[in-house]
């Protein structure tokens, strides 16, 4: 199945860079191999970093719903771009440090395991590439939000 995963670029790509091919917990690697991509866009303008999330959010729909299509599988385990557009929202605005890229993480994961409503009941009622994206940024924005606050508390 992993050779089937990473026969196209679009595979490829909705399977994190392959960080989704791992047997066990790929959305917590899928989180994990966007961690570098967010340092190297942390010292962006807002508004740049911005647009990155949006344009692969757009673009992650077609890449996850194409992928999902080819294997028959409605958002495949494996399919992490969500992960990584989620990842990023969470941290948007966040200076980078490892510090909280870590906590970033950690806060983005828990968002996205336990899906607190409404991310639950888009994740269940919302089909296609938009349906596997949407719980992931709403679980972003979570996770962003408790960021957020927890830097103005401190």
């Not at 967010?38 to 992650?60: D, H, K, N, Q, R």
């Not at 948007?92 to 490892?98: H, I, K, R």
Request: hydrophobic share 55%.
């Amino acid at each position: 199945m992993h050779q089937k995963c990473l026969a196209s670029p679009n595979a490829f790509f909705a399977f994190g860079l392959g960080s989704g091919t791992v047997p066990w917990a790929p959305g917590t690697f899928g989180t994990l191999a966007a961690i570098p991509f967010y340092w190297m866009m942390a010292e962006l303008p807002l508004g740049w970093y911005l647009s990155i999330c949006f344009v692969t959010f757009v673009v992650g729909v077609w890449l996850c719903d194409k992928t999902s299509h080819d294997l028959g599988v409605h958002d495949h385990s494996g399919i992490v771009w969500d992960e990584f557009v989620g990842y990023w929202l969470t941290m948007a605005a966040v200076p980078f440090s490892w510090e909280a890229a870590l906590w970033g993480f950690i806060v983005f994961r828990i968002f996205d395991v336990f899906k607190p409503w409404p991310i639950r009941w888009a994740d269940r009622r919302v089909a296609g590439g938009f349906g596997i994206m949407i719980d992931d940024v709403m679980a972003g924005i979570y996770a962003w939000s408790t960021m957020h606050l927890w830097f103005w508390l401190h």
